[in-house]
């Protein structure tokens, strides 16, 4: 188990980490205005991996124990209801829904073109 020191150079080394593909995910998909992005280590009633929330346009993601790779696939897929906010679409976080489905594909595309162009984010 994490020391409390060790936990706080961890999360301070992903959320460094973290700040190139928040940019580069925003740009891919035109967010002028980014949302306040918070890792959590506990998760709240509502949250999966991550959650957003339309009202206060901010994301919370779980990033306990997991790695890197998945918690920026949480924040792309929460960046891309966040666009969708913005553009005045009506938020549907039902599995199988056009919001959903959109969310999980730009994502997708965001975390492979992102790691085209940067090898060592997979490892």
Do not use: W
Not at 6 to 15: A, F, G, M, V
Not at 26 to 55: F, S
Not at 100 to 119: D, H, L, V, W
Request: proline letters at 2%.
């Amino acid at each position: 188990m994490l020391g409390f020191k060790n936990y706080l150079q961890t999360t301070i080394l992903l959320e460094e980490k973290l700040d190139d593909f928040v940019q580069f995910a925003c740009d891919h998909l035109n967010i002028n205005e980014k949302p306040k992005i918070m890792l959590v280590q506990i998760r709240d009633d509502n949250m999966t991996t991550a959650n957003y929330c339309p009202n206060s346009k901010n994301i919370k993601v779980y990033a306990k124990g997991r790695a890197l790779f998945d918690v920026a696939r949480s924040i792309a897929h929460e960046l891309v209801h966040h666009k969708q906010n913005i553009n005045g679409e009506t938020l549907d976080g039902t599995t199988g829904s056009d919001c959903e489905n959109e969310a999980n594909a730009k994502a997708g595309q965001i975390i492979r073109i992102y790691g085209q162009k940067n090898p060592e984010f997979y490892e």
